[in-house]
């Protein structure tokens, strides 16, 4: 079955960096797009990044261009998010997802706190 374990989330000061991983497994990891999302209390689920199976094509939501970057290891079937000068609106819990046979999956979430 599909899985999806995120890690690296924590309390960081703004400005600071982090690195989020997410371990897939029970699928073809270098065949699927890989996304994160991150949802903060009270908001939606948004999607902040995405990396294609296919030259590691990748997308970022407006509000994360130029700080975030998404990237894979296919041989360790994990993707990372590397997230840099953090901002306070940055505070949220951040999913990993996938779209695997008509199903999405999700991770648990690993919880990320901007503070000072």
Excluded: H
């Amino acid at each position: 079955q599909v899985q999806l374990v995120e890690s690296g989330g924590g309390l960081v000061q703004p400005g600071g960096s982090l690195t989020l991983s997410c371990a897939a497994s029970g699928f073809t990891f270098e065949n699927y797009a890989m996304n994160w999302y991150r949802q903060a209390p009270g908001q939606e689920r948004d999607a902040v990044a995405t990396i294609s199976s296919v030259d590691d094509n990748t997308w970022y939501a407006e509000s994360v261009k130029g700080r975030f970057a998404i990237s894979r290891d296919n041989a360790k079937n994990t993707v990372y998010l590397q997230m840099n000068s953090l901002k306070p609106e940055d505070a949220a819990v951040y999913y990993c997802n996938v779209y695997v046979q008509r199903n999405y999956y999700w991770g648990q979430g690993t919880q990320v706190t901007v503070s000072s």
